[in-house]
């Protein structure tokens, strides 16, 4: 393992490592059992950065990119649950057993360290396609993925589907996918979730990436 990447993913541990322990602080202060379901959530977020790493390791020792497709499919269908902890501050406010400022903290350290997990597993994806096909399709992979993303958050906090449906209930949430493409304008909620998220990921996304070229720039001048 390279010292960057290890560096990268005790960096990502440290910070969920935080987010935990801020969490056991809370309800240490407020109700125990506050927003338990933010440590399940960045468990999930993990898994889309777990198998990109895997996908991009076997790529580069020569697997075949057709026997890597059900690792990527599983990146793809898990890499929503990451950013989707952005989405977690809809319930700010929604207790009073601890100060609003710690809950915003909270919350936020949770957001972050998701959007860090998904866009490094983006990251990673896109060097795969970059030495497989080129820059232009390592870039549409970034753009289908971001929207991807950004949809399958509306169908996660608007419809309550989990990545785990398409395996057990796989017709009724292609319906409600089918439902939502066959006609948008029926949908507005899909529509503007989906655009706006996709809008503020790619933001994100291209920033990181921006902030990563320049350190690859200065590097061999050092």
Known sequence: ???RRALALFSLALASAV??????????????GA????????????IPLMAAVTVYDRARRGTKLAHLLPLA???????PNAPYLLTDFVHLGSRDDAPLWFDIALLGSYAWTGMLLAFLSIFAMQAV??????PVWSWVLVGVSLAASSFGIYLGRSLRWNSWDLLTRPGALFTDIQDSFVDPFEYPRAV?????LTIVLSTGYL????????GATERPHR
């Not at 396609?129 to 080129?134: H, K, L, M």
Request: some cysteine; charged content about 10%; glycine content about 6%.
């Open 192 to 196: 503007g979730m989906t655009v706006a």
């Open 73 to 79: 499919a599983i990146w793809l269908l898990f890499l």
């Open 1 to 3: 393992m390279s010292d």
């Open 207 to 214: 920033t990181l990436y921006a902030f990563a070229q320049l």
């Open 35 to 46: 927003y338990d379901f933010l440590p399940w959530n960045l468990f999930l977020a993990w």
């Open 19 to 32: 987010c935990v322990a801020a969490l056991l602080a809370r309800w240490a202060y407020g109700e125990a």
């Open 129 to 134: 396609v970059r030495r497989a096909y080129g």
